[in-house]
């Protein structure tokens, strides 16, 4: 792969919630054996498996199960704690469901390949069980991206809290030719939101709403 190529695939990349939340292109911790781990499920359906590029991860969240799924699933507000999401929106009413679509917006800065832009992603609420897990699917396109991806998350109670699962999988031609670049920057982006919907639901467990 060219320079050129390989600076646009990670300019393209570092921003978008889907696959980086930081900058920088070194995998976080676990990322090695992450995909090794039996794929995550919701109601028997995982992630993509055929996709190169996938990571997983967890942490316990100390507060009710009931906060930690109303944070996650009230998807108009991801941008109050979400730094990169810019925009978020759902496309239907009511409680999150299947069938249920979204579509959310992050920046992506100018770099020498391509000028500034706005990655889209549109995702779709394939499979869903209230308070257990949440899958869903869709593509997220940008000027000289794009990806497909499926994303799993799983809500467990456990004695101090709920554990929090969440495994994602991207396939798509910028991602996949640079698949040890593109699964370190999805590691980046997963491990923040997991921080951030940590720190939300516990932050309001404990003071209530903001």
Request: one cysteine or more.
């Amino acid at each position: 792969m060219s320079g050129i190529r390989s600076n646009r695939i990670r300019a393209a990349l570092i921003t978008a919630p889907l696959v980086a939340a930081l900058l920088g292109a070194a995998a976080p911790a676990g990322a090695a054996t992450a995909h090794r781990a039996a794929s995550l499920t919701c109601r028997g359906e995982g992630v993509d498996p055929g996709a190169q590029v996938r990571y997983r991860t967890e942490a316990v969240i100390h507060a009710p199960l009931r906060t930690v799924w109303e944070v996650q699933t009230d998807v108009a507000d991801w941008p109050s704690w979400q730094p990169p999401v810019e925009t978020a929106q759902r496309l239907d009413g009511g409680p999150l469901r299947a069938g249920s679509a979204f579509r959310w917006t992050t920046p992506v800065p100018p770099n020498p390949a391509t000028p500034a832009t706005e990655l889209v992603i549109t995702s779709t609420v394939e499979q869903l069980r209230p308070g257990s897990c949440i899958r869903w699917t869709g593509p997220a396109v940008g000027e000289g991206l794009h990806i497909d991806g499926v994303h799993v998350w799983t809500f467990t109670r456990v004695e101090d809290g709920v554990l929090v699962r969440t495994e994602e999988t991207h396939t798509g031609p910028q991602v996949d030719a640079d698949v040890p670049v593109a699964t370190a920057l999805l590691g980046r982006g997963l491990e923040a939101w997991l921080a951030n919907l940590k720190a939300t639901a516990e932050a309001r467990a404990q003071h209530g709403p903001c």
